[in-house]
């Protein structure tokens, strides 16, 4: 892929790598580069098998076996997670089909990111305190590592004053956790 630098990876290649979880620490990457507006793509497949309790957040969040949220298996094959981000709005995307926009209602008193870069960022963590009923189930830690894979990231983003097609390479972010 060339436009991600990465610490700890479990799996790094040109076009592919892949996040881990274990029960002392998750891991996460970000783009060295800041953008203001534009499209970013990547391809993920979440954590599969019994993954309750662990996060892979690229847009947003998505827990355990997903496929009760999506019209498909997220842990099965690779699907595109697009954000589309201009001066009007902010549309996420999973394989071309919008799921969630933001509009700018910085006119009705709501903030909205139009004057500020931003990086893009993705990480796999432990939430198992809430994210799975309200922390009633745990995860299970003898399913360790839990494993998220990426690929193909795309970016047509506006950085300087330069529409750039390639990017830097992103900084991995190493998170610790609080588990026995």
Wanted: a positive charge.
């Amino acid at each position: 892929m060339g436009c991600w630098t990465c610490q700890n990876p479990q799996k790094w290649g040109t076009s592919q790598l892949a996040l881990s979880l274990d029960k002392t620490s998750g891991s996460g990457f970000r783009s060295r580069n800041e953008y203001l507006f534009g499209k970013f793509d990547m391809q993920i497949k979440l954590v599969p098998g019994n993954s309750a309790g662990t996060v892979t957040a690229y847009y947003g969040k998505v827990t355990g076996n997903s496929s009760s949220i999506w019209w498909f298996d997220p842990t099965k094959n690779f699907h595109t997670y697009s954000i589309l981000w201009n001066p009007q709005s902010i549309i996420f995307s999973v394989d071309g089909t919008p799921i969630r926009e933001f509009k700018d209602l910085e006119s009705k008193g709501v903030s909205f990111p139009k004057n500020q870069a931003m990086r893009i960022f993705s990480s796999l963590w432990n939430l198992d305190d809430w994210a799975t009923r309200g922390g009633l189930v745990k995860t299970d830690w003898s399913q360790a590592p839990f494993t998220a894979s990426y690929r193909n990231f795309n970016a047509q983003a506006v950085f300087g004053l330069l529409l750039q097609a390639h990017l830097a390479p992103p900084t991995i972010i190493h998170h610790q956790t609080k588990h026995g």
